[in-house]
């Protein structure tokens, strides 16, 4: 797993370099997929970069991508450890030109994350984990381990086009708010310690928590559906995540804080 940590990094990396040449290009070769969701030929060059590398360093281990047909359970679930791609999370920010989209690459063994990778072009910045090694951040700089912060003043990051409301009212607590788009960047600040909560209410996929999940718990965080259960990889005919919560801190009293809601999931 150590071994696929560096040569991920630079892929995603790599990826980030693909999407950048065509930001800001006059055609971003905006399309809209069956499920009305936006993609751009930035996505899908972020998504051949990935598939092309992770195949020939690792032939043997089968790619789970949005940007892909997804096999049926039957083919799938058998499957002991697997890649899991978000080529690009925030496709809505990139055409806003926000600059908060992110490339996702996380790897899932026996069901659960046990790596991820998420590069920040805009900001050339990679967060990135694996099972009880630590969290960690690199810039031009250098890189930092970097944990969730003390309780203190509670600070929710936000979504740049989602209305508040939508969220806060399950929320019995006063915070504080950070606005940012793409799921993964969001889960990346709790776990950097500049916010506390993120809740996600609305349709996402098992790639959108796959790498965020093992740098939020390396971190000291933890990732639960809305009804604080765990979320599940390659269990279901669908991949269609719950609404999930990203929470830092434990010493949070999230289970008071936080009210379960239920929403009717997809199968």
């Not at 991920?8 to 969701?37: F, P, S, W």
């Not at 984990?129 to 929710?156: C, D």
């Not at 939508?166 to 006063?174: D, E, F, G, K, P």
């Amino acid at each position: 797993m150590q071994d696929f940590l560096a040569p991920c990094i630079e892929l995603a990396e790599q990826a980030g370099l693909a999407i950048m040449a065509i930001y800001r290009q006059n055609d971003i070769g905006e399309q809209v997929k069956q499920d009305h969701t936006p993609v751009t030929k930035a996505d899908i060059a972020a998504n051949d970069v990935l598939m092309a590398g992770l195949e020939k360093m690792a032939p043997d281990i089968p790619i789970m991508s949005e940007e892909t047909p997804i096999p049926s359970l039957e083919k799938r679930q058998h499957w002991q450890r697997y890649w899991l791609l978000d080529p690009m999370d925030g496709t809505g920010e990139f055409i806003l030109e926000s600059g908060d989209f992110a490339v996702n690459i996380a790897l899932i063994e026996n069901n659960r994350p046990v790596l991820g990778v998420i590069h920040w072009p805009a900001k050339n910045t990679t967060y990135f984990a694996t099972y009880q090694q630590g969290a960690y951040k690199k810039t031009p700089q250098g890189v930092e381990r970097i944990s969730v912060a003390q309780p203190a003043n509670l600070t929710l990051a936000v979504s740049r086009r989602q209305k508040l409301e939508a969220v806060s009212q399950y929320l019995n607590a006063t915070f504080d708010t950070v606005p940012l788009g793409s799921c993964s960047l969001k889960a990346c600040i709790i776990a950097e310690g500049k916010a506390d909560c993120f809740m996600r209410i609305g349709p996402t996929g098992e790639w959108d928590t796959g790498a965020s999940q093992v740098i939020v718990e390396e971190a000291g965080g933890c990732i639960t559906d809305a009804e604080f259960n765990p979320l599940t990889y390659n269990q279901r005919e669908s991949t269609e995540n719950p609404d999930f919560i990203v929470m830092g801190h434990p010493d949070w009293e999230w289970q008071k804080m936080i009210s379960p809601h239920q929403r009717s999931h997809h199968n």
